[in-house]
């Protein structure tokens, strides 16, 4: 069991026993390998079921708006962003709320392990020392974890949670790591390219919305998508449909996403929609020296007017 | 019913001399994963697949399908009439679709296809399919078609079942649609003996599907106890109400209508839509009456596991292909949930003191 498995625990206990809360968000162990289930504990006899591991890619912050409760939750790194802005967009109120800060040890794709054992069956999975044993019919087969970390983790800047109530352990330290290749990449292409460079991208997108329902900022009560009247966007599978929603909610992601990874994560299908919501980082970062979630006083760019904001394009 | 082998040496031949008379779909790797696609000339099924991604449904029910076309336009003759525009309803076949997928086209007709009811759309497609099925030999840990009324080697809904045998494919020609397509390709060496081995094969693969998903109580559940059970909040917790679990699903059947115009030209088209979205049950007034996320989980789990039981007395709405089981971004597991509500006893009445 991890030290923060057992720590998350004590601390759920503590709180629950005690009254500071009315309930605690956590993860649970899943029904699959590689996966572990958020899940909602109200009964201090019940805080066994709480893990952590680097399953625990969804991003607890989701589960936030719209409680009236006092809750305690789990938060990474970039949960914990993602509660900040929640806290600015008053989404939360922070008197309800105990975070329970996991400086984060970075969480697995479970994809690159499928396809690091050759797509294999696996039925069991153990982590130690930054390996992971993974084994299945006839099989047993060790991989390095940084060899398959969900793309986001691999180049996060922030493990450690910008704001917490309870530490499960010491900072760890962050590293240096360029986030933008890809989108450079496509920032280079001709409007053609980069135009067919996208319907390629979405061109297997099933509408499902699992990647806007994942993500954190996605609380609008009614999705653009949603609306009828008037119906901004069509519901088929239409690839200029398709592409609308994700280019609109990328949009609507500027300045506020935290680059969590839990749209791509839920995707079923594997699709990249990060690349569109890293440019809208990228750009963020070079206009107005902004990150998203670092601080749960300072509202987005996008939603504030300063007198040094950069105005080239409004010429 | 008869038994032919087909060696793979003459396989090639014979989907290409198939695809003269049919449309042939099978599946394809594309990117990352399996799907079923429509196979152009030279382009042959990707057997070693697993199970596909999606399921092969969309094959005869699209994701998104114009119904009908229409015009306002009072200028124009025709206006303010409904017209189908022209669907290729020539015969088609799945070549390679899995068992479990191929009873589950036998679940969705008791949606399409009812008595007082005939969606000509569906029917015509539906009509048009042969369904050349896959045995499993190796099914998948996330696999209980055997705890759901199919299996393996499960024939419902197939016209023809092959068994992969290395260098040949034994070949159990089930219908007469699955006779038309064995001539097509000029399959006929016959295999006589094949029905001992054939039946062996089916016990093995049996025997490797992982069962432990018990249903057989569902029948019996009270329906209103089983709605107030104590464990749906639970259930639903980490539910993010996306479409993934259903759109993968390949009993799940529902769709919504939607007018797409532009001036006076319109269409009317259906999507594919989920119980598991807020919009699916809200009406006109605002009044939403599943309002909250454990409303349509739940409403997903007892559609799936009693009301339909109860409604048609055919089993579970659930093939257990276990596509919703390992694409749920959240790991919301039916074969848990199945034991939850088998398992459910309600609490004992108390006494009025
Ligand atoms: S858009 Fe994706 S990466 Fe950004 S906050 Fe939302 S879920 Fe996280
Ligand atoms: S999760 Fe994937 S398939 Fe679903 S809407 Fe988002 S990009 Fe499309
Ligand atoms: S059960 Fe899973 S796949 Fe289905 S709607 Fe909920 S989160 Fe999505
Ligand atoms: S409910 Fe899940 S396991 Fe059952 S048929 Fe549908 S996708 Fe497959």
């Avoid at chain 2, 196979?39 to 092969?56: A, E, H, I």
């Amino acid at each position: 069991m991890s030290d923060y498995t057992q720590k998350i625990r004590e601390t759920a206990k503590k709180l629950l026993s005690e009254g500071k809360v009315d309930a605690v968000i956590g993860y649970r162990e899943g029904t699959l390998p590689l996966m572990a289930e958020p899940c909602l504990v109200k009964d201090p006899e019940k805080v066994d079921q709480l893990v952590f591991n680097s399953f625990c890619g969804v991003n607890l912050a989701n589960y936030l708006p719209k409680r009236k409760d006092r809750v305690a939750v789990v938060a990474k790194g970039c949960d914990s962003r993602n509660i900040a802005l929640h806290i600015v967009e008053n989404q939360v109120d922070r008197e309800r709320l105990f975070v329970i800060g996991a400086p984060c040890t970075r969480m697995v794709d479970r994809r690159k392990v499928a396809a690091a054992v050759g797509g294999r069956e696996i039925s069991g999975v153990s982590e130690q020392d930054g390996k992971l044993t993974v084994s299945g019919p006839g099989y047993e087969q060790t991989v390095d974890k940084k060899d398959v970390l969900q793309d986001n983790c691999s180049i996060c800047i922030h493990r450690n949670p910008v704001l917490a109530d309870e530490m499960l352990g010491e900072k760890l330290p962050e590293q240096e790591a360029d986030r933008y290749a890809d989108v450079r990449e496509v920032e280079a292409m001709s409007p053609e390219e980069r135009f067919a460079h996208f319907k390629d991208l979405f061109s297997e997108c099933i509408r499902c919305y699992a990647c806007r329902n994942a993500c954190p900022l996605c609380y609008c009560p009614t999705c653009f998508v949603d609306e009828s009247k008037p119906q901004w966007v069509g519901k088929s599978i239409d690839p200029t449909d398709t592409m609308t929603f994700h280019f609109l909610r990328a949009f609507h992601c500027a300045g506020r996403c935290t680059d969590c990874g839990a749209c791509e994560r839920a995707c079923p299908v594997g699709i990249k929609v990060r690349q569109l919501t890293r440019k809208l980082e990228k750009d963020c970062l070079g206009l107005f020296d902004w990150e998203a979630g670092m601080n749960p006083d300072v509202r987005p760019p996008l939603d504030t007017w300063r007198p040094e904001d950069p105005e080239e394009f409004i010429k | 019913m008869r038994f032919l082998k087909i060696a793979k040496d003459d396989w090639t031949r014979g989907v290409e001399d198939l695809k003269k008379s049919f449309r042939v779909f099978g599946p394809v790797k594309e990117k990352e994963a399996y799907d079923f696609r429509l196979l152009d000339k030279g382009v042959l099924p990707d057997f070693s697949f697993q199970n596909t991604r999606l399921s092969p449904k969309s094959t005869v029910y699209p994701q998104s399908e114009i119904l009908f076309e229409y015009t306002l336009d009072e200028s124009k003759a025709d206006h303010h009439v409904h017209k189908v525009p022209e669907k290729d309803y020539s015969p088609r076949v799945i070549l390679g679709i899995r068992p479990c997928d191929a009873k589950a086209f036998e679940l969705v007709r008791l949606n399409f296809d009812t008595p007082e009811y005939k969606d000509p759309y569906w029917l015509s497609a539906y009509e048009a399919t042969t369904k050349v099925g896959l045995a499993c030999d190796d099914p998948c840990s996330t696999c209980f078609c055997t705890s759901a009324g199919s299996g393996p080697y499960d024939e419902a809904g197939l016209d023809v079942l092959l068994a992969d045998r290395d260098d040949h494919f034994l070949a159990k020609v089930l219908t007469e649609k699955g006779e038309a397509f064995v001539s097509a390709a000029g399959w006929n060496t016959e295999a006589p003996d094949a029905e001992a081995g054939f039946e062996k094969l089916a016990a093995e693969a049996e025997g490797k599907v992982p069962g432990g998903v018990p249903t057989d109580k569902l029948a019996d559940k009270e329906t209103v106890a089983l709605h107030g059970a104590d464990f749906w909040e639970d259930v639903a917790f980490s539910c993010i109400n996306c479409g993934t679990c259903t759109y993968l699903c390949p009993t799940c059947w529902c769709f919504d209508i939607q007018d797409e115009v532009k001036g006076a030209e319109g269409v009317r088209m259906r999507n594919w839509d989920s119980c598991m979205f807020p919009l699916f049950t809200l009406h006109g007034s605002g009044h939403n009456p599943r309002a909250t996320k454990v409303d349509r989980v739940r409403q997903r789990f007892m559609h799936k596991l009693k009301y339909f039981v109860d409604r048609y007395g055919r089993g579970i709405q659930c093939v257990g292909c276990g596509r919703c089981v390992s694409s749920c971004p959240v790991n919301i597991d039916i074969r848990r949930v199945a034991r939850l509500m088998n398992e459910f006893e309600p609490a004992p009445e108390k006494c009025p003191a």
